[in-house]
């Protein structure tokens, strides 16, 4: 517990460095972009199939009906786009953690590695391509698993468990994967994963409640749809810096388990970036001296000339 609460707070402050704040953009350009374009070409198209599908129905019609004789028959006609919106959550949020992964995890890795654990050697047990099947078989994994759950949404309790115990579970394989992949041989890679599974199956439960929270800006209802252009933004850049702050933490907590299984000791931050400040690091300083034959006695120097 005392290595996860550390792991927490380092992740907490390394979120505000410059680096990570840039680095944040990438995946915000580009999801903001496919979501807007999407929008664009597909927007009523699949507000008008949802509609469709809500009026075969009869069970909705008639709770629909029941809302316009409540007084709120303005529901019925934000039903459809509403339900569009939440159901494209769920691949925004598999969309955001993938990019993070792709874009930020390797150089977040490297800067705490740098910082922290630059005497941690590279055995690279994992390549670029095993980690994108990695994460794409536990996408589809955790896909499935919501597909099949949707039914148990229905039930109260089960709608606050379910969905953040699937993206819990999906950037636990993700990110434990990918902050280990560099540093560690595979074998390293997966006595870590089986020794600290519940851990870091803990650390993802966190972020996805974490990440359960931009889904609550659709929770005001039909104002989302008219401010949806300023929300999906709003919502996307919550899940990236989620999503960054859930990367450094298995960053923090794997490289110290690793440097813990090799026993190379941590080096302090000061320390590790000092070859940073401008100034070349040697290997090593050698000092040379004059032999002690070459230097003249003070009692065989002849005098000056007058």
């Known amino acids: 517990m005392k290595q996860l609460l550390d792991s927490f707070w380092r992740a907490a402050a390394y979120c505000v460095h410059p680096r990570v704040i840039a680095l944040s953009f990438l995946p915000l350009v580009l999801m903001v972009a496919l979501s807007f374009g999407l929008a664009y070409f597909f927007?009523?198209?699949?507000?008008?199939?949802?509609?469709?599908?809500?009026?075969?129905?009869?069970?909705?019609?008639?709770?629909?009906?029941?809302l316009e004789g409540a007084g709120l028959g303005g529901f019925s006609a934000v039903f459809a786009p509403l339900l569009v919106l939440v159901l494209a959550t769920p691949a925004i949020v598999v969309l955001c953690l993938l990019l993070v992964a792709l874009f930020m995890t390797p150089s977040m890795v490297a800067m705490v590695g740098r910082r922290r654990f630059p005497r941690l050697e590279l055995k690279r047990g994992g390549s670029l391509l095993v980690s994108a099947f990695w994460s794409l078989g536990s996408t589809l994994m955790a896909g499935l698993a919501l597909v099949?759950?949707?039914?148990?949404?229905?039930?109260?309790?089960?709608?606050?468990?379910?969905?953040?115990?699937?993206?819990?579970?999906?950037?636990?394989?993700?990110?434990?994967?990918?902050?280990?992949?560099?540093?560690?041989?595979?074998?390293?890679?997966?006595?870590?994963?089986?020794?600290?599974?519940?851990?870091?199956?803990?650390?993802?439960?966190v972020t996805g409640y974490m990440g359960a929270a931009p889904s609550l800006l659709w929770a005001s209802g039909a104002m989302a749809i008219p401010l949806a252009p300023l929300l999906v933004p709003a919502a996307i850049w919550i899940y990236t810096l989620v999503f960054a702050f859930a990367s450094l933490w298995f960053s923090h907590y794997a490289l110290a388990a690793l440097a813990v299984m090799r026993g190379t000791p941590e080096v302090d931050v000061l320390e590790a970036e000092a070859p940073q400040s401008g100034v070349q690091e040697l290997p090593y300083v050698v000092a040379v001296e004059a032999p002690p034959e070459a230097v003249e006695p003070e009692a065989t120097k002849k005098p000056p000339l007058p």
Do not use: N
């Open 43 to 66: 927007w009523e198209s699949a507000v008008a199939g949802m509609a469709a599908w809500l009026e075969s129905y009869a069970l909705i019609q008639k709770v629909l009906g029941w």
């Open 148 to 205: 099949v759950s949707m039914p148990l949404w229905l039930i109260p309790p089960l709608v606050l468990l379910l969905p953040p115990l699937i993206w819990g579970w999906l950037t636990y394989r993700v990110f434990a994967f990918d902050v280990l992949a560099a540093h560690a041989s595979a074998q390293e890679r997966k006595t870590l994963l089986r020794k600290y599974r519940g851990s870091l199956l803990l650390m993802g439960i």
